[in-house]
């Protein structure tokens, strides 16, 4: 399976993004696709999920999320196994079990402890961002946010995320006037080009991370090796998984 790591630093956390390739699934979900929600057929999925279990230490299941754009987080741990919350986020301190959320041009963040005794997975499209789901991740877990890494996933890019103004003034009475940098104009009236990692790399910074890095991978630009909702409609779905080694 070929994946992006994710370049958090900490040995005990192992987490990545999936890429698209080597899976089961037809076009337009070709091939390694894990949305179970997108029109796929359910069979493929499976044979998908099968796959990415395979690959993970113990052959765990991941915990995955129903995604609504919002900024809900729940403690995987705490949830019976089989049940698919409905949240943006989710986090865990238990070794050996594995966090997922799927994309397709919204963001992934990974967060860990600087420690390697917590990992969280968030699913920052926009809204979410907007809505604050980074900052009630971090709200959620143990220790503050200087005890945190975080890691930003492949998703659209500043090249490719034309917003409307109300995009960008949303970001702009939520994070304050210098969100407004990452935003710029295309030339055509109330249209902009907006920076998704950029505004969350912001947020970040501002609640005092300890260390950040990003993949800078454009969903949209790079077909042969992402899914983009943007780019092509009706398409798969990429998974960033994370989970504490077990010692």
Request: net charge neutral.
């Amino acid at each position: 399976m070929d994946v992006i790591p994710a370049d958090i630093g900490l040995p005990r956390i192992r987490a990545f993004t999936t890429l698209r390739s080597n899976g089961v699934s037809d076009a337009p979900f070709q091939s390694l696709n894990f949305g179970d929600h997108v029109g796929d057929k359910a069979h493929k999925v499976k044979l998908n999920r099968d796959l990415l279990r395979g690959a993970l230490p113990g052959g765990v299941d991941p915990r995955w999320l129903r995604q609504i754009h919002g900024a809900d987080v729940v403690a995987a741990h705490t949830v019976p196994e089989g049940c698919v919350p409905t949240a943006d986020a989710s986090w865990t301190d238990l070794p050996g079990m594995a966090i997922a959320v799927m994309t397709a041009d919204c963001l992934p963040v990974v967060l860990a402890g600087i420690r390697g005794d917590w990992v969280a997975v968030v699913h920052a499209g926009w809204r979410g961002l907007a809505a604050g789901v980074i900052e009630a991740t971090l709200a959620a877990v143990p220790g503050g946010c200087g005890e945190a890494r975080a890691w930003l996933g492949p998703a659209i890019g500043p090249c490719c995320f034309e917003v409307g103004a109300e995009v960008r003034q949303t970001f702009i009475e939520r994070f304050g006037a210098m969100a407004a940098a990452s935003f710029v104009s295309t030339g055509s009236p109330g249209k902009y080009l907006a920076d998704l990692a950029g505004l969350a790399a912001i947020r970040l910074q501002e609640l005092g991370i300890a260390g950040l890095s990003n993949s800078d991978r454009c969903t949209v630009c790079q077909a042969e090796n992402f899914f983009s909702h943007r780019r092509d409609g009706v398409t798969g779905r990429m998974a960033t998984v994370a989970m504490i080694l077990p010692k």
